[in-house]
């Protein structure tokens, strides 16, 4: 089922589990590799980001008149993401309200532009850079292979941030990318219970699903020259 104009509820609900679920099992879970030490880092974090986008814009809602320089309709945004993260995901675990900003901007911005996570310089000066691993969600270990020597991190939280030990003005976001899928699919299910309770929801979610189905001008694609 794709996207139509006017959802109501039991359309959402056929979509939130026969295409978004489904596309999650069909198109992030083989990526994740599970078994093997290698794969995943970057294909899941970079898939999964780009769901957050897409179920922020739902669940923030179209005004209509954000727009780029060049027209095009701006219906998905960085604040929108991370208030899903933060709202959403945040009542799996509370380190995605404390830290979900930085998982957006290293992995979303960083991956799906630049190819690799970006590193963040914080208002205290020190440097959070990006260390994803396979595992559990408190007390694993991150081990490191770097040309200076090999070292690891001991006691790692899904979503926390560790020192690194080998630099003394920085840190690691330490990211989960078996907890973020797990956390993605049970998001999913969470931002329909609160569709269920609220008509306002399914309201913002119709202003995005309506902007996204009408055709856009082709003059404005390409973007700004």
């Not at 082709?218 to 020259?225: A, L, P, T, V, W």
Request: net charge neutral.
């Amino acid at each position: 089922m794709a996207l139509k104009n006017d959802m109501k509820l039991w359309q959402i609900k056929e979509f939130l589990e026969e295409e978004v679920k489904e596309q999650i099992f069909l198109e992030v879970a083989p990526i994740l590799y599970i078994g093997q030490e290698v794969g995943g880092y970057f294909g899941v974090t970079r898939q999964i980001l780009s769901y957050f986008e897409f179920l922020g814009a739902l669940y923030k809602g179209y005004n209509g008149r954000d727009k780029y320089p060049n027209g095009a309709k701006k219906i998905a945004t960085p604040k929108k993401s991370i208030s899903f993260i933060e709202d959403i995901l945040g009542t799996i675990d509370s380190m995605y309200r404390e830290n979900g900003k930085y998982l957006y901007t290293m992995y979303r911005n960083g991956l799906v532009h630049l190819y690799q996570p970006r590193t963040i310089k914080l208002q205290n000066d020190r440097v959070l850079k990006w260390a994803a691993y396979k595992g559990a969600r408190e007390r694993a270990t991150i081990n490191f292979k770097t040309d200076s020597g090999d070292f690891s991190i001991q006691n790692v939280r899904h979503l926390g941030i560790s020192v690194d030990p080998s630099h003394k003005v920085s840190d690691f976001l330490t990211v989960s990318i078996t907890c973020l899928y797990k956390d993605l699919l049970t998001a999913v299910d969470k931002y329909y219970e609160l569709l269920e309770g609220g008509q306002s929801l399914v309201q913002l979610w119709c202003t995005t699903a309506n902007a996204i189905l009408t055709p856009e001008e082709h003059s404005i694609i390409g973007g700004d020259k």
